[in-house]
């Protein structure tokens, strides 16, 4: 059928583990390419309602073959505990697997992230504390732990030996701490393994199968687009790579395997953490919008960030990652707003800019040139019909489409899984227009 990957287009949270849940109906596999438990995928279904870290979002379909792909770093501790919460809900996870090459996040990972995020003070980059900058560092630096290690356990024992000489090292004379106990981690890792060995697979050729027998792949991303340590506003960005191109790493297939990608983007954005982002909103509208949209964050509860939507940072995503099309989601957040704002472009010492900066210092110093919308005074959260949508909510979508030069083929109206509208066929040109004539131009101040 197709292999497609799911890509968060924004600073991360965007709703594509709802996405992934929905399209996974249909599918026959959902792996996880990137990332680690500092990602939260929040998920509505009949099950109850669910913060996935690390399993698939596929998880809830017995039919569905999971798999964590070498590209994510895991926390044993953390993906046990997830397991057993599915578990404990009735929800059967015997067709989860996990990649043998992927990344082990350490208890000197963890430390040292926290360590590392204090010293740097008030110029601290806001992760997650979770470990994911170090495990990555170390997988770079060829000195990781991985999955397969954990069946071996002589194997294990001398590569934790090596590792940690020099991470004690670390600890006790950069950051005077005490140093880390080998038997203790030794033991705990050694019981992880007993329990995850079952699940420990050499997944790429398992994928590679599905791939040839003609089933549907879902390939669920982890953080979003402008996180990307190459592309996003660094160095507040991620450790690995969001973009569709990690798909491919993080899974094994090949490049010109994935035959679709979905960008998923918020009807307006948010961001955890510290860096740029232009369109923030620090009055009541912001406010609204976290109160609106629920927009803590499933991994660290932190309030997020809110502003309206950034169709430069949104054209940029499109461009790098080639997106087939976009599900849209928290459109439905807007209900009741007299008016909306669209940033269609940026003003950076004077000039207009229509492009996204890769540098923070210059994105930081842009204001945003908006564009004003009348809004919707009515509910939109039953509504299962494009062309029952309200005019007003039908051109702001048609507007979304030109600035990003993207079609959306799926619209989130809410929570659950089925407060989707799917669109048949794109806005007509005459709802563009009409847009065109009910908007207003400002420009922030």
């Known amino acids: 059928m197709a292999v497609v990957a799911i890509i968060g287009g924004q600073w991360g949270d965007e709703g594509k583990g709802r996405i992934v849940d929905l399209l996974a109906e249909k599918a026959n596999m959902v792996v996880r390419f990137s990332g680690g438990d500092n990602a939260g995928h929040t998920i509505v279904n009949p099950c109850g309602e669910f ?10 379909y017995p039919q569905v073959t999971c798999i964590i792909g070498n590209g994510v770093a895991i926390n044993p501790a953390v993906l046990l505990e997830e397991v057993d919460n599915l578990e404990s809900h009735g929800v059967d996870t015997s067709h989860l697997i996990i990649s043998d090459r992927t990344h082990l996040i350490m208890p000197y990972h963890t430390l040292m992230d926290g360590l590392e995020e204090e010293r740097r003070g ?22 990781g732990l991985r999955a397969g290690d954990l069946l071996h356990k002589d194997v294990f024992l001398s590569r934790l030996k090596t590792v940690l000489e020099l991470k ?48 549907l792949v879902l390939l669920e991303g982890a953080q979003g687009t402008l996180l990307d340590p190459d592309f996003g506003t660094y160095p507040y960005v991620t450790s690995s790579s969001p973009l ?50 629920h927009e803590y964050g499933a991994t660290t509860g932190r309030p997020r960030r809110c502003g309206w939507f950034d169709a430069v940072a949104g054209r940029f995503s499109v461009q790098i990652n080639g997106f087939n099309s976009i599900a849209l989601t928290h459109l439905d957040v807007y209900d009741g707003l007299p008016s909306i704002k669209i940033c ?82 794109r806005i007509k040109d005459k709802e563009s227009k009409l847009q065109f004539k009910m908007q207003r131009g400002s420009t922030k101040n």
């Open 51 to 60: 913060r996935l870290h690390l399993v698939p979002s596929g998880i809830f």
């Open 122 to 143: 008030k110029k601290s980059i806001g992760t997650t504390r979770r470990g994911i900058g170090p495990v990555f560092s170390d997988k770079v630096a060829r000195i």
């Open 168 to 215: 004690n090292a670390i600890l006790t004379q950069v950051y005077k701490v005490p140093s880390l106990s080998l038997e203790e981690i030794y033991e705990q890792y050694c019981h992880y393994g007993e329990r995850l060995a079952i699940l420990i697979k050499e997944t790429s050729s398992i994928i590679r199968q599905a791939v040839a027998r003609g089933d």
């Open 244 to 293: 569709v191109g990690a798909a491919a790493i993080g899974t094994g297939l090949s490049p010109r395997e994935i035959s679709q990608v979905v960008g998923v983007f918020k009807a307006y954005v948010t961001r955890v953490g510290g860096g740029p982002m232009p369109t923030e909103l620090m009055d009541n509208t912001g406010h609204l919008l976290r109160e609106k949209g």
């Open 344 to 425: 269609t472009a940026y003003k950076f010492n004077g000039e207009i800019i229509d492009f996204f900066p890769s540098s923070s210092s210059v994105l930081e110093k842009c204001q945003p040139v908006y564009e004003e919308l009348p809004g919707w005074q009515e509910s939109i959260s039953e509504i299962r019909d494009f062309a029952r949508l309200p005019t007003r909510a039908r051109c702001y979508i048609a507007r979304l489409e030109g600035l990003l030069s993207c079609s959306m083929s799926l619209i989130s109206v809410g929570p659950k899984r089925e407060q989707v509208i799917r669109r048949k066929s």
